[in-house]
């Protein structure tokens, strides 16, 4: 039987996993994935990127991760929110069309969820503090600036 790996949450793939959401061997494969639809997307050369693909790929990760604003992350890189927000799409667009990094359909989560039979559900009935009869003779219903 092999050996089962104790879990350290002070390793390094612990510490990689709280701040990127994904292990070290994951992010490299995404990253060498967008790296090399980043080549074929710029083979003949063009302006030089304001962030690389590791940081692309780092912004989406604090971005998903952390719900930072894009402005937050902007400021850190030192660039403007429109360009996080265009890595950001890029990222998710190209990773998306990959198979390898796509989520399952709703078939197959309703299939998975197929095998419950009975949902229970609370409803209790809570009484709600209305007004007694009779209120209106002394309340017109206009705020007066007493308070």
């Known amino acids: 039987m092999g050996k089962v790996k104790k879990y350290n949450p002070d390793s390094p793939e612990s510490v990689f996993k709280r701040l990127y959401g994904v292990m070290p061997e ?3 494969k995404m990253l060498a994935l967008l ?3 980043y080549n074929t997307m710029h083979k003949f050369g063009g302006s030089p990127p304001k962030l690389t693909v590791n940081d692309k790929l780092e912004v ?3 971005y998903l ?10 400021a850190d890189y030192g660039v403007r929110k429109s360009t996080i927000c265009e890595s ?3 990222v998710e667009n190209t990773l998306a069309k990959d198979k390898t990094f796509k989520l399952p359909g709703k078939k197959v989560l309703k299939k998975a969820s197929d095998a419950i039979e009975y949902i229970i559900v609370d409803v209790t009935e809570s009484p709600i503090q209305r007004p007694k009869n009779g209120q209106k003779e002394y309340y017109s219903g206009k705020k007066n600036g007493t308070r």
């Open 26 to 28: 994951t992010f490299e």
């Open 65 to 74: 991760r952390e719900y930072r604003t894009m402005e937050s992350i902007g």
């Open 60 to 62: 989406t990760s604090k």
């Open 88 to 90: 950001i799409q890029w």
């Open 35 to 37: 790296q090399k639809e």
